[in-house]
């Protein structure tokens, strides 16, 4: 598993930081205006709004776009969208399971794009229900290790509904229930521990662990679905070793 949360890890650092930083934004302000829409437009009272804000801000959102997406959700500016949210399921290379979540005003386009995506790149998309066994939906809290311990986040988490604590190097990963998100989240922050990042995520009971040359053909099919604006979130239950990790970021 470290050799995946690493690459992981690089991959979100490498899309802040190129051309995709403009993709990262609208797909950001999107799930503003959906969270607005759905839990109401105020942040204290919608969790999922806050969060959404916050991961906003830290990607470096313009404070206005932000403010704009909350208002056009909550109806209080005219012109937002109908956002749907629609989720696909298939294989990628070598029976990689793939979960890929869409919100879009135009189911055919989306649909169109991703199976063009994953045919283009070895993959073939398949029933609802055909991979989306193996994934669980997990809230996942994202700290930097600086001078922490595993002890210190225990401490702090345990009471708050956190399942576990992972090491993943440079960063610890607290997992626990979507619902407990945002008390895990207050317990350290309240101990004055910096959260990196707060979000739901699907995990993997079984995952498939991939040479080199499976693993760039994942990451290039990856790519390929990311590049849809309907496309949100990419999930799959591939894992590598540190090594292969370490040859694709060369």
Same mark, same amino acid.
């Given at each position: 598993?470290? +050799?995946?949360?690493?690459?992981?890890?690089?991959?979100?650092?490498?899309?802040?930081?190129?051309?995709? $930083?403009?993709?990262?934004?609208?797909?950001?302000?999107?799930?503003?205006?959906?969270?607005?829409?759905?839990?109401?437009?105020?942040?204290?009272?919608?969790?999922?709004?806050?969060?959404?804000? $916050?991961?906003?801000?830290?990607?470096?959102?313009?404070?206005?776009?932000?403010?704009?997406?909350?208002?056009?959700?909550?109806?209080?500016?005219?012109?937002?969208?109908?956002?749907?949210?629609?989720?696909?399921?298939?294989?990628?290379?070598?029976?990689?399971?793939?979960?890929?979540? /869409?919100?879009?005003?135009?189911?055919?386009?989306?649909?169109?794009?991703? $199976?063009?995506?994953?045919?283009?790149?070895? +993959?073939?998309?398949?029933?609802?229900?055909?991979?989306?066994?193996?994934?669980?939906?997990?809230?996942?809290?994202?700290?930097?290790?600086?001078?922490?311990?595993?002890?210190?986040?225990?401490?702090?988490?345990?009471?708050?509904?956190?399942?576990?604590?992972?090491?993943?190097?440079?960063?610890?990963?607290?997992? /626990?229930?979507?619902?407990?998100?945002?008390?895990?989240?207050?317990?350290?922050?309240?101990?004055?521990?910096?959260?990196?990042?707060?979000?739901?995520?699907?995990?993997? @009971?079984?995952?498939?662990?991939?040479?080199?040359?499976?693993?760039?053909?994942?990451?290039?099919?990856?790519?390929?679905?990311?590049?849809?604006? =309907?496309?949100?979130?990419?999930?799959?239950?591939?894992?590598? @070793?540190?090594?292969?990790?370490?040859?694709?970021? =060369?």
């Amino acid at each position: 598993m470290s +050799g995946h949360s690493k690459w992981a890890t690089t991959k979100h650092k490498k899309a802040a930081n190129d051309a995709k $930083r403009s993709k990262q934004w609208a797909k950001l302000i999107k799930d503003i205006e959906v969270a607005a829409r759905t839990g109401g437009g105020d942040p204290a009272g919608n969790p999922t709004l806050d969060d959404m804000i $916050r991961k906003a801000t830290k990607a470096s959102v313009p404070k206005d776009n932000i403010e704009r997406a909350r208002k056009r959700g909550s109806g209080e500016e005219a012109g937002g969208s109908n956002w749907e949210a629609v989720v696909y399921e298939g294989y990628g290379p070598n029976g990689v399971a793939v979960m890929i979540e /869409c919100l879009t005003d135009n189911r055919n386009r989306a649909a169109t794009e991703v $199976r063009t995506a994953m045919s283009k790149n070895g +993959g073939n998309l398949g029933e609802t229900g055909s991979v989306g066994y193996m994934f669980t939906r997990t809230g996942v809290v994202t700290v930097a290790k600086g001078e922490l311990s595993e002890d210190d986040l225990l401490m702090a988490v345990l009471d708050a509904g956190a399942e576990e604590v992972r090491d993943l190097g440079e960063v610890f990963e607290v997992i /626990c229930a979507p619902t407990d998100l945002r008390a895990v989240r207050t317990a350290l922050e309240e101990q004055e521990i910096e959260v990196d990042d707060a979000e739901q995520d699907f995990r993997a @009971s079984v995952e498939v662990d991939l040479d080199l040359d499976t693993a760039k053909k994942m990451l290039r099919l990856i790519d390929a679905l990311e590049d849809s604006d =309907d496309v949100q979130n990419v999930y799959t239950n591939m894992t590598m @070793s540190d090594e292969v990790a370490a040859q694709l970021d =060369d």
